[in-house]
C-alpha cells in the first residue's frame, strides 16, 4: 500500500510539473469550449469573431456598460462561442479574458507569454482591467448615474471615492471603511462636484484644437519603446537557456517573472485612444450645448468615457470652508490628461 501511494504521488508530480513547464513555454490549454474569436484549437485567429472581440473592448471603454454590449451585439444577431445569446455575463467573461491577450494562466494567475496570437493589445486589455476593478456599478440603483465614477479620488488616502447615497443626498464617499485612526468618512456633494468638473470639460472642450485629427494618442515615449524590446529580447534568451538546461526551472521563473513585470509596468502606457472618435460631435463653439443635449437624453456614459479621456483624476482634499453647508471649490483639483 505504501509502495501504491509513493507510486501515485510520484505520477502526479511528474504530472504537475509537465503541465507547469507547458504553461511556462507558453503553449494554449485546450478546454471543451473554444475561446470566442479562436479556432477550437485555441491559437488559430477567427477574424469575424476577432472583430467582435476588439469590438467589445472599444465599446466598454467608450463607457458602454455590459447590458447595452450584449444587446447591441444580440440585436445584430451576434452568437457566442457556444452558440447562444449575449448576455451580460457573455461580455464580461470576454472582458476579463487572458487568452485574447495572449496571456497563458495556470492556477487562475498570470503565469507567461502565450505562443498563439493576441487578438487585444497589452495597453488596452490592461486599460479594461484597471477600469474593472476600479469600480464596480451597484447592481441596483438605476434611478441615478454618478457622472464622475472612476475620476474622484480621496486626497487622503490615495484611493478611489463611490457614488452613494448620503441622507438621501447624491455624495462621492471614500471607499477606506477601516476604524479607529484610519478610518475616513470624506465626502462631497455629487451634484454640485458634477456640475464643476462638467463646466471645466466644457470650457476645454470649446477651445480644443482638433486639427489633424484623427491621430491616436498615446504616451508611449521611444525610450519605453527601447526598454520593452531589450526585456522581450531578455526573456527570449532566458528561454533558450532554459531550453538549453543552462537555468533550473525555478531560476527560470524567477527572473522571468521580474522581467514579465518590468514590461507589464510599461504596457500600461501604450493605451492607444483615438481622439477624433471619443470626443466626436464635442468640440468647438457648441461644445456646451451638445454636452447638454448629451445629458438630457441620458447619455452618462458617453459623458463619463469623454471625462475620463480629459482627466486623470478629480482629487478631493479636506473641507476648508468656514460656512456650514456650502461648497468648497478650493477643495477640488482635477488633473488633466495630457492631450
Not at 501515485?8 to 504553461?23: G, H, I, K, M, Q
Not at 440603483?141 to 475620476?151: S, T
Not at 521580474?258 to 471619443?278: G, L
Not at 468656514?322 to 490628461?337: A, H, L, M, Q, W
Request: with cysteine; charged share 30%.
Amino acid at each position: 500500500m505504501a509502495h501504491a501511494c509513493r507510486s501515485s504521488d510520484d505520477t502526479s508530480r511528474r504530472l504537475r510539473d509537465a503541465l507547469e513547464d507547458r504553461a511556462q513555454a507558453g503553449r494554449v490549454h485546450r478546454t471543451p469550449l473554444r475561446p470566442y474569436g479562436y479556432a477550437p484549437d485555441g491559437v488559430t485567429i477567427i477574424e469575424d469573431e476577432a472583430r467582435i472581440v476588439r469590438e467589445i473592448y472599444a465599446r466598454y471603454l467608450d463607457g458602454a456598460s455590459y447590458d447595452r454590449i450584449a444587446a447591441e451585439l444580440t440585436e445584430r444577431g451576434e452568437r457566442t462561442a457556444s452558440g447562444g445569446r449575449w448576455e451580460f455575463y457573455s461580455v464580461r467573461t470576454i472582458l476579463k479574458s487572458r487568452h485574447v491577450a495572449g496571456i497563458r494562466v495556470l492556477r487562475g494567475r498570470d503565469f507567461a507569454e502565450g505562443d498563439w496570437p493576441a487578438i487585444i493589445d497589452r495597453g488596452m486589455w490592461t486599460e479594461v482591467q484597471d477600469r474593472r476593478a476600479a469600480y464596480r456599478a451597484p447592481a441596483r440603483r438605476p434611478f441615478r448615474f454618478y457622472l464622475l465614477r472612476g475620476l474622484v479620488m480621496c486626497k487622503k488616502c490615495g484611493i478611489l471615492m463611490a457614488g452613494t447615497l448620503n441622507k438621501n443626498a447624491p455624495t462621492y464617499l471614500c471607499a477606506r471603511r477601516r476604524v479607529g485612526a484610519a478610518r475616513c468618512a470624506r465626502r462631497i456633494n455629487a451634484v454640485k462636484l458634477e456640475e464643476f468638473v462638467s463646466d471645466a470639460a466644457v470650457d476645454l472642450l470649446t477651445h480644443l484644437d482638433l486639427t489633424g485629427a484623427p491621430r491616436p494618442a498615446t504616451a508611449l515615449s521611444p525610450a519605453d519603446a527601447a526598454a520593452i524590446a531589450a526585456d522581450e529580447q531578455e526573456l527570449a534568451e532566458l528561454k533558450d537557456m532554459w531550453t538549453h538546461r543552462e537555468l533550473s526551472t525555478r531560476e527560470y521563473r524567477q527572473m522571468r517573472k521580474t522581467v514579465d513585470e518590468r514590461i507589464t509596468a510599461r504596457h500600461r502606457k501604450t493605451i492607444v485612444r483615438p481622439t477624433a472618435d471619443v470626443l466626436a460631435g464635442l468640440v468647438g463653439p457648441n461644445a456646451r450645448a451638445s454636452w447638454q443635449h448629451l445629458a438630457a437624453n441620458g447619455e452618462g456614459e458617453r459623458l463619463n468615457a469623454v471625462l475620463r479621456f480629459l482627466f486623470t483624476a478629480v482629487i478631493i482634499d479636506e473641507h476648508r470652508s468656514g460656512t456650514p453647508g456650502s461648497f468648497d471649490y478650493s477643495r477640488v483639483d482635477i488633473e488633466p490628461n495630457p492631450l
